[in-house]
């Protein structure tokens, strides 16, 4: 038996312990993870025969000055660079001359006008209906939105994607992001190996959770899963919670999957440089050069693209990066290059799912469902819950803490 249990131990879940046992140390907390490891969708590796971290999925400070996570860094002793994001360059002009980037930029900036009048549309309708009929650079817009959202713009809620409130700059956590949130829950109480099949909050005694580990008892719980694992019914509530299964199946996770290439002549590229595979498809990769000066190359694949290539196999996704590569760097690239660790497979990561959450089309409210609490006993957070900053470590961060506080709320004032 314990005061508070929390399902998850990725930020959100992170946050909420840490939160409640600062608030509360005379309550007892346990958070229950899946994985044999927290951090969740945060994950650092030390790449293979470098030992350079690699960041597996969040990488980004974004909204970076006013992002909690830089003073959390400071606090924990990370370093954060704050070398600019290389997004809008393209190295040497490889395969996109300078006045098509302008005709990109217009593009983007013409799309951007017509998403900040659509707010005001009483209906809401999908992000693709805003593209202009035959532009041709259409397929670079849903590219960046497979990078960003990870589905392209025809899956997307206008309204919703109007909410997103995180801006500035975005910097990234030199000894990896993954690490940070790692480093932020030592010491909480948090038991991994430990997933949780089914949570009866029937009756008025305590809430009961099964695990293959055996049943917790809790005052009330914190759940931070995937809408993914939720709309799946990996996790069984009794009684049964239609809304938030609606909710989670109104908010699928997109993919956005990474690919690492070492370089065996690193010299021959600069440092944070930037490519775009092909500007004039919604099919390619993005791809940073040597991020921090290493000795890698960072590749960003999203969307439809990502599913194929995930469903393929995978040997799919370094192929497929090394053929854009060698089409604008020249063939001679393949034999400077090499896959470095295995492409991430978020969509097949069986405790995840995905990547984060979208709002379909009409479901602009359902990040409000999915948050509500259920009688004063469920409280629900993660980065599909955050009303600004979905998508984000950032978002899931400050859901946790939101839902830790609806906790206090809850038990301080119950009889």
Known sequence: MVDVAIVGAGAAGLAAARRLTERRPDWSIRALEAEDRAGGRARTIAAPGLGVPLDLGCGWLHGAEHNPWLAIAGTFGFHVDRTPAPWDVQHQDLGFPPEDQRAYEAAAEAFDRRQTAAQADPADRPLGALLEPGNPWNGLLDAVSSYVSGAELGALSTHDSARYAVHGSDWRVSGGYGRLVVAYGAGLPVALGTPV?????????????????????????VVTVSTNLLADGAIRFD???????????????????????????????PADGHLIGNPRSARTGAYHLRPFGRPVIEVYIGGTLARELEQAGAEAAAAFALDELAGLLGDEFRRQASPLTTTTTWGRTATVRGSYAYAKPGAAGQRAVLAAPVEGRLFFAGEATSPDAFTTARGAYESGLRAADEVLAALETAP
């Open 197 to 221: 099949t089914r949570i009866d909050h029937g009756g008025a005694g305590p809430v009961r959770l099964e695990t293959p580990r055996g049943t917790l008892e809790a005052r009330a719980v």
């Open 239 to 269: 009684p049964p919670l239609p809304d938030k299964v609606a909710a989670a199946r109104d908010l699928p996770l997109g993919l956005a999957n990474k690919v690492f290439l070492h370089l065996a002549a690193p010299e021959a590229l």
